[in-house]
């Protein structure tokens, strides 16, 4: 992200007294830099994503790095000062059930309580489990390019990284029982402790009371089910500790300057907030985004697999797509399932256009014209998605919604039957010359097959609509030889539509979607005949109406 620091962006920044622009990253780093302040410029802000790898990978953890990226870029952008993004995986934890989206569920049933990296992996394929579910989480991260440090909790115990503070935790123990006691029930209260010792024989995380604790030697003693007692050093790997401990200890441990996390997790961020500042460090700046919901408005979960996976998305879309899902107002609980893909992507596509003329107007520009356009730039979400500079190649002619539109019409089981209508409508156009129109034209295939021919459902056309379709059909034949703008055939179907009385407007749209396309929405109408084809379009008409009268 070097160059990020010799921006535009971060000259407007250096140049401009109270630049403050109004993106939620930029936002995010400036609560950032304020904490950094005392801290010397050269040591890098450390900026930190949890991830729990007890089941799949899912869009909620890739998000909370993307989001996290994000808030990085801004801060390099205003201050020039280096970072660091560390991808933190809590797979020392007990494995407390089994998922339900995993095969073998037999085997992990028999591993119930111990960490996930002593688990076998029902996949076959690693190590453990949380080998596994690790592998699959940074294969995402590297497909979208970010740029991250993995790390294993269960290396940073097992090394001795986290050796001092575990010494430490032991020396305000029982400050810290306190500070969590008050939020426990009766029963939890009689056993707490921010310690969790593995089992020696049975590889067990234990959750057990405490009989004694030696700061001075390291150790805690404990007895488990059976009566056998144990004393067990907490360094090393021998112990991990219990959540909202776990989460304070590493902030003290490694200076974690910044972490955001889920709406669920506000009480634990001011526990974990309380007992990192008894260890003797401030808490990170936090971020509280909202959750994702399914279909059925219920909060996606790893366990469940419900909502959508990242592999689920990229089947439809582009990744980029994703990020700008991503980007949109963090604080704002949004569904999270296919019917959104589409106007994430054209949203997308709509900010990328409009990036790459402010990127041209750089080129080349004054001081007060490159001002202007860095100033507008710098607040467009595919300026973040692209890490500071959009690629030429990364804008489309073509909206996704049309081109799923021209494959409802079309039946286009191929990518080949979408790009003869392309070629028609721009001979310019090709997969080599448009490589992400040619991402387009495949998603927008499957997406048809998958989600928009089941769900078609064509109704007949009333006396009006009859009369107003039959019009459109006349009228569209004029320009069948020579051809029209799709601004002109835009203003043809508007005329059309007020000629009949149609009011509002909207009700003559309606029609043609729900008659003439099969759904309840859809393209701006002018572009879809320019597309499809005059020829084509009549074709369609005319075939409805026939329909019609055979009803």
Known sequence: MSDLSTSPVSRLFRTQLGFQPKAWPFEEARKLAEHVASKPAERPALLETGYGPSGLPHIGTFGEVARTSWVRQAFTAMTGRPTRLLAFSDDMDGL??????????????????????????????????????????????????????????????????????????????DEIVAVILPTLGPERRATYSPVLPIHPKTGQVMQVRMDAVDPDAGTVSWTDDNGERFETLVTGGAAKMQWKADWAMRWYA??????????????????????????????????????????????????????????????YAPPESLGQYMFNQPQRAKRLFFDVIPKATDEYLSHVEKAAALQSRLDGAADEAEQAAATTLCVNPAWFIHNGHVPAHAGSPVSFGMLLNLASVANAETPEVLWGFLARYDASVSPQTHPTLATLVERAIVFYADFVRPAKVYRLPDERERTALADLSQ????????????????????????????????????????????????????????????????ALIDAALIRGGEA
């Open 96 to 173: 407390r059930k089994v998922p339900d989206n995993v095969p073998n569920k037999e085997m992990l049933s028999a591993h119930l309580g111990q960490p996930l990296t002593r688990v076998p992996d029902p996949f076959g394929t690693h190590s453990s489990f949380a080998a596994h579910n690790n592998a699959r989480l940074c294969s995402f991260l590297d497909s979208f390019g970010f740029e991250y440090e993995f790390a294993s909790a269960t290396d940073y115990y097992t090394s001795g990284r986290f050796d001092a503070a575990l010494r430490r935790v032991l020396e305000t123990h």
């Open 254 to 315: 490694l200076g974690v300057d910044y972490e955001m996390s889920g709406k669920d997790l506000i009480d634990s961020v001011r526990l974990s907030g309380r007992i990192c500042r008894i260890l003797g460090a401030p808490p990170p700046v936090n971020l509280t985004y909202e959750l994702f919901l399914d279909e059925h408005g219920q909060k996606i979960s790893k366990s469940k697999g419900n909502g959508l996976s990242v592999e689920e998305w990229l089947r």
């Open 475 to 538: 009228a569209l034949a004029i320009y069948e030889a020579e051809g029209a703008t799709a601004e002109t055939l835009q203003e043809l179907v508007f005329e059309i539509g007020k000629r009949h009385g149609f009011e509002p407007l909207r009700s003559w749209f309606g029609c043609l979607y729900e008659v003439l396309l099969g759904q309840s929405e859809g393209p701006r109408f002018g572009g879809f005949i320019a597309l499809y084809g005059v020829r084509n379009t009549i």
